[in-house]
């Protein structure tokens, strides 16, 4: 794995051999603004799927409702410290993305880095159907379903912590949709390269 500064770009070279050797460019967003704006959707989708799961444990905005108004004290700490814990989010976000890449530590085809949008992964490995829709939901389903879960049962989930996991429900909305489109275009078994913001499958 190595770690550079930022998102490596398509590789023309890397995406000839692949066509020439007979891998199938899915048909997808070309940047990553349009990709952002296809998946708004599934931000709402992802979202009301966390609400769902945390309302089983802790509902405040019932109280917000029944009084029909609410209070936000906010000053110059407060902002900073939750620009940091978003950003530590999407740290941990990337994280578990990357743990799941296979022998992502011994990878050379494997980097990470850190950006002031946060972090990110990138591999060009060539990784099996099941684990790559694996690596793609592993954020959203372990930080905004599964976890929620975890700290509901144990009477921990607050405010504060619901408000990042509706955040990074929100920030799987582009892991939703890559997953949507893997599953809609990609047959059973085939195998998955990642370059840049191009995806081939064989």
């Known amino acids: 794995m190595k770690f550079v500064k930022e998102i490596p770009p398509i590789d023309k070279k890397l995406s000839d051999k692949l066509i020439s050797h007979g891998w199938i460019k899915i048909k997808e967003p070309k940047n990553l603004l349009t990709t952002m704006l296809v998946s ?22 019932v109280d ?3 009084k029909r108004s609410f209070s936000i004290s906010i000053n110059i700490f407060n902002i900073i410290f939750f620009i940091i814990a978003i950003f530590i989010l999407l740290i941990v976000h990337e994280l578990f993305h990357m743990i799941f890449i296979p ?8 980097c990470c880095g850190i950006t002031l949008n946060g972090g990110f992964v990138a591999t060009t490995e060539k990784i099996v ?3 790559f829709i694996m690596i793609s939901i592993a954020p959203f389903v372990l930080l905004s379903m599964v976890l929620p879960i975890i700290l509901g049962v ?3 989930l607050n405010g504060f912590i619901v408000f990042f996991i509706i955040v990074n429900a929100m920030a799987s909305s582009v892991d939703i949709l ?24 064989k």
């Open 178 to 201: 890559n997953l949507i489109l893997i599953m809609v275009q990609v047959p059973k078994n085939s195998f998955i390269i990642n370059n840049g913001f191009e995806t081939y499958f």
């Open 64 to 66: 917000i409702l029944d």
């Open 129 to 131: 159907k099941n684990r």
């Open 103 to 110: 022998n992502f530590i011994k990878s050379d085809k494997t």
């Open 154 to 156: 144990c009477n921990s």
């Open 40 to 61: 708004i959707p599934l931000m709402f989708i992802n979202s009301l799927i966390s609400i769902l799961i945390i309302n089983q444990f802790y509902s405040p905005w």
